[in-house]
């Protein structure tokens, strides 16, 4: 059994859905947990102590230890606030689940730079944040696990969330750098795709995805990837109803010439667009190119 005794997670957003049953898993594996969440509505507005409040009471009561944190994990001082919480409460922390999330869905003509900055602030700005707090205590100790919250809308865009699919895919490059400038420290960084039937999706999915696409089934990646057992870095993993699958950002073998021109490229589009042998580094992207 996996387990994360002597270990302090983190988990932000995690007074509902998705975050909340992460925090339950790890707590009763023996992880003592900070369970982050402002408490607002779906789009971020409003904020309430009590989402965060019942987890911790839950996980009390199952026998575990955790504490409560109502900051906001897009700003530089709730987000270390969010750390020195876990400091101050278990002297230590080993894992960041980066979870917390907003919507503000509308077509891509009509969308505000609000609406825009507001979801890139919750789910970008919020990772980077808290990760950012976390690192000296994971550096200093050679040792720490970060899980950042993706989706297959950024990975394969989505109508009416191009702020959300922006956020996103500029979470699978976050987790890439982590995993990279970690690496030397012992710190692994993963990033998950998943789907669930939470508050987020249910005006969404269809009513029979309910009972398969629970939000447990979510946590047990999420739980393999915090664990110190876990080599995986800098992954993105697709995860939903049962099912995990890897997602990677793959170079074809491509096509070159000296003598590169638009009408070139016309011209030999079939073999620009094959999509093996690819490659998976950027160093091997520019051994391809010489
Ligand atoms: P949810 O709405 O149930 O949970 C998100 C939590 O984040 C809420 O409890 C909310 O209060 C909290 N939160 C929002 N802004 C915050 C802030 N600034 N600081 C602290 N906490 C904040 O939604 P769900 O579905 O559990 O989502 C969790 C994560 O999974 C999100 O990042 C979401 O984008 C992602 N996701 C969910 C999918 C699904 O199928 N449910 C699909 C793909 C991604």
């Known amino acids: 059994m996996l387990r994360f005794d002597g270990k302090v997670a983190i988990i932000t957003g995690a007074g509902h859905g998705l975050g909340r049953s992460h925090a339950l898993l790890l707590a009763e594996r023996g992880a003592r947990v900070v369970v982050n969440d402002l408490g607002g509505a779906l789009d971020g507005t409003g904020a309430s102590a009590g989402p965060a409040a019942e987890v911790v009471e839950t996980i009390r009561k199952n026998g575990g230890e955790a504490v409560a944190n109502t900051d906001n994990v897009a700003t530089p001082e709730g987000a270390k606030a969010i750390v020195q919480s876990a400091v101050d409460a278990f002297g230590r922390v080993d894992i960041v689940v980066n979870n917390a999330g907003i919507l503000r869905d509308k077509s891509f003509g009509k969308m505000t730079v609000e609406e825009f900055d507001a979801v890139l602030a919750v789910h970008v700005r919020g ?17 720490g696990r970060i899980v950042n919250t993706s ?48 508050r987020m999706t ?54 070159k ?30 051994k391809a190119m010489l």
């Open 202 to 255: 249910e005006a969404l999915l269809p009513a029979e995805f309910e009972a398969k696409f629970t939000a447990e089934r979510v946590s047990a990646l999420v739980a393999f990837l915090a664990h110190e057992s876990c080599e995986a870095s800098g992954e993105v993993f697709s995860v939903g109803g049962g099912k995990v699958a890897r997602v990677f950002v793959a170079e074809g073998p491509g096509w």
């Open 127 to 143: 990772s980077y944040l808290v990760s950012q707090a976390a690192y000296p205590y994971l550096k200093e100790q050679g040792y």
């Open 257 to 286: 010439t000296d003598d590169l021109s638009p009408e070139a490229i016309a011209d030999n589009w079939d073999s620009i667009m094959v999509e093996q042998p690819y490659v998976l580094s950027a160093a091997d992207s520019m």
């Open 151 to 198: 989706s297959p809308a950024g990975l394969f865009g989505n109508f009416g969330q191009a702020n959300y699919s922006t956020a996103k895919m500029g979470l699978v490059g976050l987790t890439k750098t982590l995993a990279i400038e970690g690496a030397r420290s012992g710190i692994k960084a993963n990033a998950i795709a998943p789907i669930a039937w939470t």
